[in-house]
Nanobody, 121 residues
C-alpha cells in the first residue's frame, strides 16, 4: 500500500479548469496503476479516470472523456487530474486511488482522503 494525499480542490465557476494532484509516498510509485474517483452528495463513488503503470495508457468514464485528463509524473510520485470546462454536475469529493492493472482490470488497495471540488453556475 501507499499513502496518498490529494490537493488542488476548491470552489470554482462553471466553465473554468482545475488541476488536482495526488502525491504518493511509500513503495515504488511507478509500479502502481493510479486512478481518480469522485463521490457527489447522496451518490455512490464513481470512476473518473485511470492511468496504467509502465505503459501510461489511460481509461476514462464517459462523463470524463474529452474534458478530463489523467497524467502521472513518476519522478515526483504524483498523479494529476486536469479538469476542463467544469460543470456544476462535476461537484464532488475527488479521491485518488492506487493499485494494479492486470488482464484488463484495475484493482485498488490504497485511497486518499479526498479533496472537495465545488462548481457553481
Amino acid at each position: 500500500q501507499v499513502l496518498l494525499v490529494e490537493s488542488g480542490g476548491g470552489q470554482v465557476q462553471a466553465g473554468v479548469s482545475l488541476r488536482l494532484s495526488c502525491a504518493a509516498s511509500g513503495r515504488t510509485f511507478s509500479n502502481f496503476a493510479m486512478a481518480w474517483f469522485r463521490q457527489a452528495p447522496g451518490k455512490e463513488r464513481e470512476f473518473v479516470g485511470a492511468i496504467r503503470m509502465f505503459s501510461g495508457s489511460t481509461d476514462y468514464a464517459d462523463s470524463a472523456k474529452g474534458r478530463f485528463t489523467v497524467s502521472r509524473d513518476n519522478a515526483k510520485k504524483t498523479v494529476y487530474l486536469q479538469m476542463n470546462s467544469l460543470k456544476p454536475e462535476d461537484t464532488a469529493v475527488y479521491y485518488c486511488a492506487a493499485g494494479s492493472y492486470n488482464s484488463g482490470k484495475y484493482a485498488y488497495n490504497s485511497w486518499g482522503q479526498g479533496t472537495q471540488v465545488t462548481v457553481s453556475s
